[in-house]
């Protein structure tokens, strides 16, 4: 489903992205393990375009190339991402903001509506005409994440899903994770918390200083103390 091959990228001068690869396969969830700016964000932002990716580096996302395309073209060639400053609309109501996010139906794919996502955020569905800035960090997260899907993306990119979140909301967010993936729909997301990702990812890219140093299965990850204690001990 997505294929990202010798990614590099640079803010200036500073090299942040050293020949990153990494594949996400289709119905999967895929995370990208690291510590605070070991460069797991910048990926995401390279692979949807927010960062120019350096000449040379490839980003094949269903069999299309899109590095160095603009971020407007990834959208609408099927590529979801949901940022972790969330970036909802304040002054709308969630409805309006699901509105937003709206794109036409995908080949093959069964079309988001706000009555199915209310079933995976059964929270946005008790407060569908409550602004945006009336709800609390996680309603705002799961608004974001439930606006990213009514543009019926085949892969989302979820930037840190659980950072900040009360542990209730972050259980809802782990099951709703799942529940996409039951959907089909293949995620990718970035984040600290190892005992979050096992709990909703397949595979694990562990990345240090904008290198990818491990790559493996959750239960590979879970026998190898020596890399957990390497590359994601606090």
Same mark, same amino acid.
């Given at each position: 489903?997505?294929?990202?091959?010798?990614?590099?990228?640079?803010?200036?001068?500073?090299?942040?992205?050293?020949?990153?690869?990494?594949?996400?396969?289709?119905?999967?969830?895929?995370?990208?393990?690291?510590?605070?700016?070991?460069?797991?964000?910048?990926?995401?932002?390279?692979?949807?375009?927010?960062?120019?990716?350096?000449?040379?580096?490839?980003?094949?996302?269903?069999?299309?190339?899109?590095?160095?395309?603009?971020?407007?073209?990834?959208?609408?060639?099927?590529?979801?991402?949901?940022?972790?400053?969330?970036?909802?609309?304040?002054?709308?109501?969630?409805?309006?903001?699901?509105? *937003?996010?709206?794109?036409? +139906?995908?080949? @093959? &794919? !069964? =079309?988001?509506?706000? /009555?199915?996502?209310? %079933?995976?955020?059964?929270?946005?569905?008790?407060?569908?005409?409550?602004?945006?800035?009336?709800?609390?960090?996680?309603?705002?997260?799961?608004?974001?994440?439930?606006?990213?899907?009514?543009?019926?993306?085949?892969? *989302?990119?979820?930037?840190? +899903?659980?950072? @900040? &979140? !009360? =542990?209730?909301?972050? /259980?809802?967010?782990? %099951?709703?994770?799942?529940?996409?993936?039951?959907?089909?729909?293949?995620?990718?997301?970035?984040?600290?918390?190892?005992?979050?990702?096992?709990?909703?990812?397949?595979?694990?890219?562990?990345?240090?200083?904008?290198? *990818?140093?491990?790559?493996?299965?959750?239960?590979? &990850?879970?026998?190898?103390?020596?890399?957990?204690?390497?590359?994601?001990?606090?």
């Amino acid at each position: 489903m997505l294929t990202v091959k010798h990614l590099n990228a640079f803010y200036g001068r500073a090299h942040i992205l050293r020949d990153i690869s990494l594949e996400a396969r289709a119905g999967e969830v895929l995370v990208l393990l690291g510590r605070n700016g070991a460069g797991k964000s910048t990926t995401m932002k390279s692979i949807i375009g927010l960062v120019r990716p350096a000449p040379g580096s490839s980003v094949v996302f269903d069999g299309i190339e899109l590095a160095g395309r603009p971020p407007h073209e990834i959208a609408r060639a099927g590529l979801g991402y949901v940022p972790e400053e969330r970036r909802i609309f304040t002054d709308l109501t969630v409805m309006e903001n699901l509105e *937003v996010g709206r794109q036409k +139906p995908r080949d @093959g &794919l !069964a =079309p988001w509506t706000p /009555e199915r996502l209310f %079933e995976i955020f059964p929270n946005l569905g008790r407060m569908q005409d409550r602004p945006g800035g009336r709800m609390s960090g996680g309603e705002q997260q799961m608004l974001t994440i439930a606006r990213t899907l009514m543009g019926n993306p085949r892969l *989302v990119l979820l930037d840190e +899903p659980s950072e @900040g &979140l !009360a =542990p209730v909301i972050v /259980e809802q967010m782990a %099951e709703a994770i799942r529940r996409l993936k039951a959907e089909g729909l293949t995620v990718v997301l970035s984040e600290q918390n190892l005992h979050f990702a096992a709990r909703v990812a397949d595979r694990a890219v562990i990345i240090e200083k904008g290198v *990818v140093r491990w790559q493996g299965t959750l239960a590979a &990850l879970e026998e190898a103390a020596e890399v957990r204690a390497q590359y994601l001990s606090v």
